[in-house]
């Protein structure tokens, strides 16, 4: 955190039960640096640890409603489409993330700058947020000549 200053953090574990000594240390660093924790996929554990919001995947567009009226306050979703950022929009997603943008290992065919370059964001009331092979400065350099200025990453964060 020293070197890079993110927003937001998601914490995503897909290979195991949740671990709530893990829980509670990924918290209290975002709350040491003053980062909002989203945790991944599940609202009634990100609603019972106190994360302030949940990060919906691609099968999950239903739940951002659900997460809306338990009134968590940030609700992101993961999107591969335009078609899934409108819908994901109407929905009530604060937060949506587009990928891959660029090539990731098993995630299929980059959408590209030139898919960045199509939104308008004043057409959606969430922030968009590029993802996807993320990893270098260059990339990043591409991404700042979008509309789209927000971007999510792991490789680039570690």
């Known amino acids: 955190m020293e070197r890079h200053k993110p927003h937001f953090a998601a914490y995503r574990d ?13 918290l209290s660093i975002n709350q040491k640096h003053k980062i909002v924790s989203l945790l991944n996929s599940n609202i009634n554990l990100a609603l019972e640890f106190g994360f302030e919001g949940v ?6 567009m239903q739940q951002i409603k659900v997460a809306r009226e338990k009134k968590l306050p940030f ?5 591969h489409s335009l078609q899934e950022i409108q819908e994901a929009d109407k929905q009530g997603a ?4 587009i990928s891959p943008i660029f ?10 700058i030139e898919f960045l370059n199509s ?3 004043a057409n959606f009331k969430a922030e968009i947020f590029a993802l996807g092979g993320i990893i270098s400065q260059q990339q990043i350099q ?5 509309k789209i200025q ?3 990453s792991i490789r680039y964060f570690l």
Do not use: M, R, Y
């Open 55 to 60: 990060h919906c995947n691609g099968s999950q």
């Open 150 to 152: 927000n971007f999510a």
């Open 75 to 79: 609700v992101f979703f993961s999107a």
């Open 103 to 112: 090539q990731t290992p098993n995630k299929g065919t980059p959408l590209g």
């Open 94 to 97: 604060n937060g949506i993330t």
């Open 119 to 121: 939104l308008e964001p």
């Open 14 to 26: 897909k290979d195991s039960n949740f671990n709530p000594a893990l829980i509670e240390v990924f």
């Open 142 to 146: 591409e991404l700042t000549t979008t």
